[in-house]
């Protein structure tokens, strides 16, 4: 049970743990360059991390509601419930903006090093 608490605390990461590809790998037209680049710095595919960040999202912007939403003489704060929200959409957001890169960028070494070996084939 202790570890369901720790999950809010794992969260948040789209935006830090997750790895992008390189900058400007959309200019690198070298194969061999693309593929150590890749093989030195992969990035990351999995969105697991991303899922978590949106179900926090899902979670504080449910709780937000029902404090705008609730008796006014109750005493909420909807100031630091909104930062939360914001800052787990945003993560998420980021999350899955890097993972998304990083398919299309091993999309484009797999399709260098294709056209590379398709000319280099000469039989």
Same mark, same amino acid.
């Given at each position: 049970?202790?570890?369901?608490?720790?999950?809010?605390?794992?969260?948040?990461?789209?935006? *830090?743990?997750?790895?992008?590809?390189?900058?400007?790998?959309? @200019?690198?037209?070298?194969?061999?360059?693309?593929? /150590?680049?890749?093989?030195?710095?992969?990035?990351?595919?999995?969105? /697991?991390?991303?899922? /978590?960040?949106?179900?926090?999202?899902?979670?504080?912007?449910?709780? *937000?509601?029902?404090?705008?939403?609730?008796?006014?003489?109750?005493?909420?704060?909807?100031?630091?419930?909104?930062?939360?929200?914001?800052?787990?959409?945003?993560?998420?957001?980021?999350? @899955?903006?890097?993972?998304?890169?990083?398919?299309?960028? @091993?999309?484009?070494?797999?399709?260098?090093?294709?056209?590379?070996?398709?000319?280099?084939?000469?039989?």
């Amino acid at each position: 049970l202790w570890i369901l608490l720790l999950i809010p605390s794992l969260t948040g990461c789209g935006a *830090l743990l997750v790895n992008g590809p390189p900058v400007g790998w959309e @200019n690198v037209e070298d194969a061999s360059e693309l593929e /150590a680049v890749a093989l030195m710095a992969p990035c990351s595919s999995g969105k /697991a991390l991303v899922y /978590a960040d949106a179900l926090m999202a899902a979670m504080y912007g449910v709780v *937000l509601a029902s404090e705008l939403g609730g008796d006014p003489s109750y005493f909420s704060e909807p100031i630091s419930t909104s930062l939360l929200f914001g800052s787990f959409v945003f993560s998420a957001w980021s999350g @899955n903006q890097k993972i998304n890169d990083c398919k299309a960028f @091993n999309a484009h070494v797999y399709q260098q090093l294709r056209n590379s070996a398709e000319g280099n084939d000469t039989r």
